[in-house]
């Protein structure tokens, strides 16, 4: 048997509506459960036992879900926000209201994005202690210095005194068409993949800065177990696999490195 929870609460979390107003559609006599309507919001329901409808349409239930989002720019890391779209808004497939992003990318950031309303796995990956690998790609106006692969092994002091854990610098093959960054004819910058296993604000870019270099465009290839993939166009979505998910679990538990 599943655990009980207030039916207002059950309503709300699978997107029904605010609390206020699912109690309202209670009210009015549009939900039923066990094909009863129900005239109390605050009646215990168990989700995985109970049949819940509004309106006849019938509420499934999902408990937790996983999503993984190629973020585009211009759209924030956050549940809500005045002025731009968040990453939460682009899920098309979501059943939840209660969905969050596991750790955050900048606005001018795109790639791999955890989205899921499972706040103990999310505690647990962006906890320093577990040292889950994130790949991004960058590319990097101006050249860089000729040891930048050993400076980001070695650890960088970033502008503000903090100190970076060793981090993974690979120097790609410069493209031989213009870039995204670029506005001349020969590529002026270098493109490169960095692994952190931190994620402090602003970080990659910040550490190139500590090089003297900039970082014209930055996207998340792979958090841990997760690689972003090929064909899932920035804005688009799509459930976490059984197997991602294990693998997620085992590494956020510690059993996998
Ligand atoms: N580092 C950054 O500078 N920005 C991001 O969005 C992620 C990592």
């Not at 459960?33 to 168990?46: G, I, L």
């Not at 809500?80 to 939460?88: A, F, G, M, S, Y």
């Not at 497939?93 to 791999?112: C, K, N, Y």
């Not at 981090?167 to 001349?184: F, H, M, N, Q, V």
């Amino acid at each position: 048997m599943g655990s009980m929870i207030r039916l207002d609460k059950f309503l709300a979390e699978m997107g029904e509506g605010s609390r206020s107003q699912v109690k309202e559609m209670v009210r009015k006599g549009r939900v039923q459960v066990n094909s009863q309507t129900v005239k109390e919001s605050n009646e215990k329901v168990d989700p995985a036992q109970d049949l819940i409808q509004v309106d006849e349409r019938i509420i499934s239930y999902a408990a937790k879900e996983y999503y993984l989002l190629n973020k585009p720019q211009g759209v924030v890391s956050a549940t809500e926000d005045r002025i731009h779209p968040t990453v939460v808004s682009l899920l098309t497939q979501a059943r939840r209201s209660d969905l969050f992003p596991v750790g955050r990318l900048d606005i001018d950031t795109e790639g791999l994005l955890l989205i899921t309303n499972d706040g103990d796995l999310a505690h647990r990956l962006l906890s320093p202690k577990k040292h889950v690998d994130k790949t991004y790609y960058a590319e990097i106006s101006g050249s860089l210095p000729g040891d930048s692969q050993e400076q980001m092994e070695r650890g960088l002091l970033l502008e503000d005194g903090t100190k970076t854990r060793p981090a993974r610098l690979t120097i790609l093959e410069p493209l031989e068409e213009k870039g995204r960054s670029g506005d001349g004819f020969a590529p002026s910058f270098t493109r490169v993949t960095l692994t952190i296993q931190e994620g402090k604000f602003h970080q990659v870019k910040r550490m190139f800065e500590a090089l003297g270099c900039r970082v014209t465009y930055l996207k998340r290839i792979s958090m841990g177990p997760l690689i972003l993939d090929d064909d899932l166009a920035p804005g688009q979505s799509r459930p976490l696999t059984e197997e991602e998910l294990e693998k997620l679990m085992d590494v956020s538990a510690g059993e996998v490195r």
